[in-house]
């Protein structure tokens, strides 16, 4: 649950966002318990299956963002430290 509930450091976003579109509940939101929804009916539901692809989409264009980023960032931080080699023809690799 903390590893899903927790934000990862390249997409930005929780996996759950990412697959479900919402965050997880917490403990005491669990406690607590959610407001019914009294309305159950089919454009309703057709409503809300619209809205929440439009939240997993966003999301996913977020984190493509975020990667995208964090790879630049990454490749960075990695050619500080690398180096250039020189071979030279009839030399062993």
Known sequence: MAYRSSPHASTGLTPNKMFFGKEVLLPMAVVIGTPEEESTSQEDTHKYVQHLKNKIQSAHNIARINLQ??????????????????LEAGQAV
């Open 69 to 86: 980023k964090a790879a630049i960032y990454q490749k960075k931080l990695y050619d500080l430290k690398s180096e250039t080699r020189k």
